[in-house]
């Protein structure tokens, strides 16, 4: 098959998805602040995306039920659901929790939680303490072989059927069904993913993978995440620069529409490139790793935190084309400005992304 027709069938399955959410789910903009998702909803939503374009099985492998899809496939549908501000779980059940549990599969438990997600099943991993860019160093597995411990900012934890919780440093691997668990929904900035403290107190648990099995495993989840989060990212600033050129073709002041204004085009201008070079590193990123290229870590790296960086700085300016009004609940250029910045914190925080990245590049100058 060659390149170009490749790419056409990307582009061709990413409209499908963003069709079916521009016609199934409920507008974004429904959102409110203090307003708690309908779980049965999202839960009927996910189904639905999951069963009919098969997006939750993209990572899982053929031998599971799976459609054995690379991080390109998942890009293209992160992006897809980025710009429509979809409040389904992909980012939990459709990447970190098959990222994690496919290279454990020899568990039979894990084989059998990759069948229950291509199936639907939500399911989704939980490591924080106060960071959320490292697994909490505290021992998961208790003597009588139950999980106890406490973590933060589980990703759609509150309507999840299913936790995978991540213990020791990320030594210690176990799966736990949500109804053994106290889950509490947290407030978000963001009102379009939800995020949820976890509470276990020996609960019964199914022991995945331990050891640097376990390590491995749980590192490259977080690098799948953070690629899959990049991609929503550069497609959200592509949205929200979309919906601030409507509005300025819309607004006329001084018996003009002020997209015409000097200042306005500037600004429209600086996201467009904004948004423009966000995806071509979210892109690359992706293409160098599954192709096992030398520089990939350092893309991987780089990805991580830039399209997060340029998707609020094109956020924010939509605000400002707005005039102010686009942070009222009425319009979507609030949401995106609240997606944007929750993203920059929701794999790690910007700092220590960052600081990651020029750890890499300083021992690459080192090894050289």
């Known amino acids: 098959m060659s ?42 939503n996910w189904r639905a995306l999951a069963v009919d374009l098969g997006v939750a099985s993209l990572l899982i492998p053929e031998e599971h039920g799976g459609s054995g899809a690379s991080l390109i496939e998942v890009g293209r549908v992160a992006e897809a659901l980025g710009a429509e501000l979809a409040t389904v779980p992909f980012l939990s059940s459709g990447v970190l929790a098959p990222a994690l549990l496919a290279p454990i599969a020899t568990n039979p438990v894990a084989a ?31 003597d009588d072989g139950g999980a106890s411990g406490t973590f933060r900012y589980a990703i ?49 648990a199914s022991l995945l993978a331990s050891g640097d099995e376990a390590i491995e495993a749980f590192r490259d989840a977080l690098v799948a995440a953070r690629l899959a989060l990049a991609s929503e ?14 509005y300025a073709r819309e607004r006329v002041q001084f018996g003009r529409e002020i997209g015409s204004f000097q200042a306005i085009k500037h600004m429209l201008a600086d996201c467009f490139v904004n948004e423009q070079s966000a995806l071509s590193v979210a892109r690359q990123a992706i293409e160098a790793l599954v192709a096992a290229e030398d520089e990939a870590d350092e893309l991987v790296a780089a ?6 960086d ?15 009004i686009g942070f009222t609940v009425e319009r979507a250029a609030h949401l995106y400005r609240r997606r944007a910045e929750a993203n920059r914190h929701l794999l790690g925080t910007p700092e220590q992304l960052k600081s990651d990245y020029l750890t890499l590049l300083k021992s690459k100058e080192n090894a050289a």
């Open 3 to 44: 390149e170009e027709s490749t790419r056409a069938e990307l582009a061709e399955f990413a409209d499908a998805v963003r069709g079916f959410c521009q016609d199934k789910l409920p507008e974004h903009t429904v959102a409110r602040p203090g307003v708690v998702r309908d779980a049965d909803a999202a839960r009927s």
């Open 303 to 308: 990805a991580a935190f830039y399209c997060a």
């Open 112 to 142: 059998d939680l990759l069948a229950r997600i291509a199936s639907g099943t939500i399911v989704t991993v939980a490591w924080a303490g106060e960071d959320p860019g490292v697994a909490t160093a505290a021992k998961l597995i208790t």
């Open 310 to 324: 340029r998707y609020v700085d094109v956020a924010a300016t939509g605000i400002q084309v707005h005039g102010g």
């Open 156 to 204: 759609d934890a509150d309507i999840a059927e299913v936790v995978i919780l991540v213990g020791a440093g990320g030594a210690e691997i176990a799966a736990v069904n949500a109804s053994d668990l106290r889950i509490t929904a947290r407030p978000t900035f963001d009102l379009t993913r939800g995020l949820a403290d976890i509470a276990a107190d020996k609960a019964p």
């Open 233 to 246: 990212s550069a497609a959200g600033a592509g949205a929200a620069l979309q919906v601030a050129v409507q």
